[in-house]
Structure formats: structure tokens, C-alpha cells
């Protein structure tokens, strides 16, 4: 008898250890309760795989993709449910190009503000202010990262003041003005802000801007505009905290090749504008000179140029060779199909000198027919590229699980509609870091 009852004992207890092994088993491989969870949905994983139903996200991290059953069964008492009601879900849009403060102060001010430069006399209250108001319209079009082109020292104080109040609920990656005539020095500085705010999913810089002008044009441009009163305010390349210069740059060929190869060797990231085809030309020229006197192949290399020309006038094949990033404006959405699905091309608003939305760019990719493909292209153009560009690849730009819950739930599927309909599609939710910080419809407050 005590032996039939030690065998029964054993048996209850190996059942019992089996049980738990299964639970702790399940929990590791992520069936644990979550926080959040989507469903009923045309789930967005990259253009050849087949759309998911759900998402299941655990604090600011996906957890799992799959069908409405295989999430849904994740719910638990305190899991918060968003119904997709059959619209599109794709990663949160990384806004790629924006001049923040400024477009966040054209939102109080009116058209006025994007003909004026936002220079140090606007106080440091209205410029957290308008970062503020800059957030705020970022939810309200799905936008979950900005690359702020514009940034300064200053600006960088505030984005961490936001963050220190839980308040900075866009991603920011802080691209620095600098300006002809960079010394060592200058770039000493420039090394300790990095240092101050380096990589971080949240906040962080890594990457140095300037504007390159093919000196006639750029010559001409500013006698006329001198003329009227009007310098270029974006010629001026200029260090974080320091006021503002509407003198020409002076950028010869020889100082920009300098310049880029100076941050090259330091390891930043180096944005180029080229707002002609000849200051692309001088560009592409300046890189090449920096892979030849630095070292070849240097990892962290991720440098691009942005693009205003023509794209018929851009020599692609050097593009490629050198390894380097395009950055189209939003008018060139259509030109997409002309590329093969890439992390190097990318698109962005350049906000506030057009519409901070990116739905209307994403469209025009497919405004002549019905083609998936494009229009995946430009979707992977505002989230997956964006976030190779800032170095972020590996934490966000595509639903899978481990990656950054961020993400943007549509009022349609996008892929069943015929392009002359997609315009009817509106940003119906906006998850930031696993929370719902935008619903269509409702205050800030009620989507608290």
C-alpha cells in the first residue's frame, strides 16, 4: 500500500513538474499576458511576406505577429485592445527630414513662419512649444520617429527636458548644422554633444548636416536674393547653440572635401544637400574622396545625400559604389518603381516646406495603377530605409517581434483598394513605445 501510494505521489509530482516546465515554457516563448494588442487587421511585414492579422506588444517591445486567434489568446484583464477593423497596421513613419521648431512654430504662426528664419530671439518657452506642437501633429499623421535636420545644442537641451517629463513621445535623431571653416576644434565640440546624447532609441545625435552649392548658382542665387532682403537662410552652415549666419557659405570643392572627410574620420554620419545637379555632383565627389583618404570601408558608414534635382540628372551607379543614402523629397514618390526595394533610398517631407503627412506621398507611388509593389516601396521609404538611415535598423522600421512597438493602424486596407481611393485613407491610431498616443477623433486626454 505505501508503495502503490509513493507511486502515485511521484506521479502527481512529475504531472506537477511537467505542468510548470510548460508554462515557464510558454511564457519564454512569449505567450506571458501583454499589454497591448491589435488585431483585426491587414498587418504590414515587408513586401514578400503575406500580411498578419494581430500584434501583441509587452511594454515598448512587440511580443508577437501572427493571426487574430494566435495573439488574441495573449489577452489578459489588463491587455488594452485595439479593433484595426480591417485597416492596414505598418511600422510607425520615420520622418526622415524635418526642421522641427520651425515647422512646429508655422503651426501657431501661420504661412508667414516658413518665409522668415527661425533665428535665437524666439525664447526658449516657444520653442519647447514648438516641439510640442510638432509632436502632437507627428501623431496625428502616424509619425513615431523625426530626424530633426535642424537641430542645435539648444534644441537638444529641450528634447531632453521633454523626456525628463515622459513628454518626448516621438523618436529623435538630431542631425547637426555645422559650417564652412570647420576646425578640429569645432569638431572636439561636436564629439562631446555626441558623447552628451549618444546612441538611444529615444533620443540621440550621431550625424552632422550641410548644404552644398555649385558656387555660380550659388553666387547668383544670393546676389538676388541680397537684392530683395531675402539671404538664404539654409545656406549657412553653422554649430549647435550659435546663432544663425545668412552669409554665403563658401564652400569650394576643396573645403568640402575637407569638411566631409574631417567628420568621416571622426565617425559621424555626414548629410549633403545638393540642390542642383552640379552641388550632387560635388557631393558624390567629396565622398569619394573621403572613402580614398580614410579608410576604406570604415564601418558605421551610413552617409547620404538629399536630393532636389531630377533624378534623370543623378549618376546612380556612383550612388551605389559608394554606398551612399538617397534622400528624395516627396515629389518623387512616382519615381520609386525606377529602384529595387532598398534600405538606401529613402523619403521624407523635408516639413515645414510640405505637409508633414506622409499618406499623400505614399500614394502618389501607385497614383497611376494598381501596384502593390510600389506601393510597398514607398512604405518601406518611410519606415524601414528611415530607420537604416539613422542607424536604428535593428530596433524599428518593421513589425516583427522584439522589435519597438511603434505603430500606425489605417481606416482601410491600402493594398485592396484601387489608387483612385486612396486618398479616403486617414491615420485612425498611432502607437508610440506600446502606448496609444493618438486616436482619430479624440482628445490627447480621452487617448490617454
Given at each position: 500500500?505505501?508503495?502503490?501510494?509513493?507511486?502515485?505521489?511521484?506521479?502527481?509530482?512529475?504531472?506537477?513538474?511537467?505542468?510548470?516546465?510548460?508554462?515557464?515554457?510558454?511564457?519564454?516563448?512569449?505567450?506571458?499576458?501583454?499589454?497591448?494588442?491589435?488585431?483585426?487587421?491587414?498587418?504590414?511585414?515587408?513586401?514578400?511576406?503575406?500580411?498578419?492579422?494581430?500584434?501583441?506588444?509587452?511594454?515598448?517591445?512587440?511580443?508577437?505577429?501572427?493571426?487574430?486567434?494566435?495573439?488574441?489568446?495573449?489577452?489578459?484583464?489588463?491587455?488594452?485592445?485595439?479593433?484595426?477593423?480591417?485597416?492596414?497596421?505598418?511600422?510607425?513613419?520615420?520622418?526622415?527630414?524635418?526642421?522641427?521648431?520651425?515647422?512646429?512654430?508655422?503651426?501657431?504662426?501661420?504661412?508667414?513662419?516658413?518665409?522668415?528664419?527661425?533665428?535665437?530671439?524666439?525664447?526658449?518657452?516657444?520653442?519647447?512649444?514648438?516641439?510640442?506642437?510638432?509632436?502632437?501633429?507627428?501623431?496625428?499623421?502616424?509619425?513615431?520617429?523625426?530626424?530633426?535636420?535642424?537641430?542645435?545644442?539648444?534644441?537638444?537641451?529641450?528634447?531632453?527636458?521633454?523626456?525628463?517629463?515622459?513628454?518626448?513621445?516621438?523618436?529623435?535623431?538630431?542631425?547637426?548644422?555645422?559650417?564652412?571653416?570647420?576646425?578640429?576644434?569645432?569638431?572636439?565640440?561636436?564629439?562631446?554633444?555626441?558623447?552628451?546624447?549618444?546612441?538611444?532609441?529615444?533620443?540621440?545625435?550621431?550625424?552632422?548636416?550641410?548644404?552644398?552649392?555649385?558656387?555660380?548658382?550659388?553666387?547668383?542665387?544670393?546676389?538676388?536674393?541680397?537684392?530683395?532682403?531675402?539671404?538664404?537662410?539654409?545656406?549657412?552652415?553653422?554649430?549647435?547653440?550659435?546663432?544663425?549666419?545668412?552669409?554665403?557659405?563658401?564652400?569650394?570643392?576643396?573645403?568640402?572635401?575637407?569638411?566631409?572627410?574631417?567628420?568621416d574620420r571622426r565617425g559621424?554620419?555626414?548629410?549633403a544637400h545638393a540642390p542642383?545637379?552640379?552641388?550632387?555632383?560635388?557631393?558624390?565627389?567629396?565622398?569619394?574622396?573621403?572613402?580614398?583618404?580614410?579608410?576604406?570601408?570604415?564601418?558605421?558608414?551610413r552617409h547620404r545625400i538629399?536630393?532636389?534635382?531630377?533624378?534623370?540628372?543623378?549618376?546612380?551607379?556612383?550612388?551605389?559604389?559608394?554606398?551612399?543614402?538617397?534622400?528624395?523629397?516627396?515629389?518623387?514618390?512616382?519615381?520609386?518603381?525606377?529602384?529595387?526595394?532598398?534600405?538606401?533610398?529613402?523619403?521624407?517631407?523635408?516639413?515645414?516646406?510640405?505637409?508633414?503627412?506622409?499618406?499623400?506621398?505614399?500614394?502618389?507611388?501607385?497614383?497611376?495603377?494598381?501596384?502593390?509593389?510600389?506601393?510597398?516601396?514607398?512604405?518601406?521609404?518611410?519606415?524601414?530605409?528611415?530607420?537604416?538611415?539613422?542607424?536604428?535598423?535593428?530596433?524599428?522600421?518593421?513589425?516583427?517581434?522584439?522589435?519597438?512597438?511603434?505603430?500606425?493602424?489605417?481606416?482601410?486596407?491600402?493594398?485592396?483598394?484601387?489608387?483612385?481611393?486612396?486618398?479616403?485613407?486617414?491615420?485612425?491610431?498611432?502607437?508610440?513605445?506600446?502606448?496609444?498616443?493618438?486616436?482619430?477623433?479624440?482628445?490627447?486626454?480621452?487617448?490617454?
Open positions: 500500500m505505501a508503495a502503490r501510494l509513493t507511486a502515485y505521489l511521484v506521479s502527481l509530482i512529475v504531472a506537477a513538474t511537467l505542468i510548470a516546465g510548460l508554462i515557464v515554457g510558454a511564457q519564454n516563448d512569449g505567450d506571458a499576458p501583454v499589454d497591448l494588442i491589435v488585431y483585426n487587421g491587414k498587418v504590414y511585414r515587408g513586401p514578400d511576406e503575406p500580411p498578419a492579422e494581430a500584434v501583441a506588444v509587452r511594454g515598448d517591445r512587440i511580443l508577437r505577429v501572427g493571426s487574430n486567434w494566435e495573439v488574441r489568446r495573449l489577452r489578459r484583464r489588463q491587455t488594452h485592445l485595439v479593433d484595426a477593423r480591417g485597416g492596414t497596421v505598418l511600422p510607425g513613419f520615420n520622418e526622415a527630414h524635418a526642421r522641427v521648431v520651425e515647422g512646429g512654430l508655422s503651426l501657431d504662426e501661420g504661412a508667414q513662419t516658413l518665409l522668415e528664419p527661425v533665428v535665437p530671439q524666439h525664447s526658449r518657452a516657444r520653442r519647447l512649444q514648438a516641439i510640442r506642437n510638432a509632436i502632437a501633429e507627428a501623431h496625428r499623421f502616424g509619425i513615431t520617429s523625426i530626424q530633426d535636420t535642424a537641430a542645435g545644442a539648444e534644441d537638444l537641451e529641450l528634447y531632453e527636458q521633454l523626456r525628463a517629463k515622459d513628454e518626448l513621445t516621438v523618436r529623435v535623431y538630431a542631425v547637426l548644422a555645422v559650417r564652412a571653416g570647420l576646425t578640429d576644434e569645432d569638431a572636439a565640440r561636436l564629439d562631446a554633444v555626441r558623447k552628451q546624447y549618444p546612441d538611444d532609441p529615444l533620443l540621440k545625435t550621431g550625424g552632422v548636416r550641410l548644404t552644398v552649392n555649385d558656387l555660380p548658382t550659388f553666387a547668383r542665387q544670393n546676389r538676388e536674393r541680397a537684392a530683395v532682403g531675402t539671404p538664404d537662410r539654409h545656406a549657412s552652415l553653422e554649430l549647435p547653440g550659435q546663432a544663425g549666419s545668412n552669409a554665403p557659405s563658401g564652400l569650394t570643392p576643396a573645403e568640402l572635401n575637407r569638411i566631409i572627410a574631417l567628420m559621424w554620419q555626414v548629410v542642383s545637379d552640379d552641388a550632387a555632383s560635388m557631393a558624390l565627389d567629396a565622398f569619394l574622396h573621403a572613402v580614398e583618404v580614410n579608410r576604406p570601408g570604415a564601418p558605421g558608414r538629399e536630393l532636389d534635382v531630377p533624378l534623370a540628372d543623378v549618376d546612380w551607379r556612383r550612388f551605389e559604389s559608394l554606398g551612399l543614402l538617397a534622400d528624395l523629397p516627396s515629389s518623387a514618390a512616382s519615381f520609386l518603381e525606377l529602384f529595387d526595394a532598398s534600405d538606401h533610398v529613402l523619403l521624407s517631407s523635408r516639413w515645414p516646406r510640405d505637409s508633414l503627412d506622409p499618406l499623400p506621398t505614399i500614394f502618389a507611388a501607385a497614383d497611376t495603377e494598381s501596384d502593390a509593389y510600389a506601393l510597398a516601396a514607398a512604405i518601406d521609404a518611410y519606415t524601414r530605409a528611415p530607420a537604416y538611415a539613422s542607424f536604428d535598423d535593428k530596433r524599428k522600421g518593421i513589425i516583427a517581434p522584439d522589435m519597438l512597438a511603434d505603430l500606425v493602424v489605417l481606416s482601410t486596407d491600402i493594398f485592396s483598394l484601387p489608387p483612385d481611393q486612396l486618398a479616403e485613407s486617414v491615420v485612425e491610431v498611432t502607437i508610440f513605445d506600446g502606448r496609444v498616443v493618438y486616436t482619430r477623433g479624440k482628445s490627447d486626454s480621452q487617448t490617454e
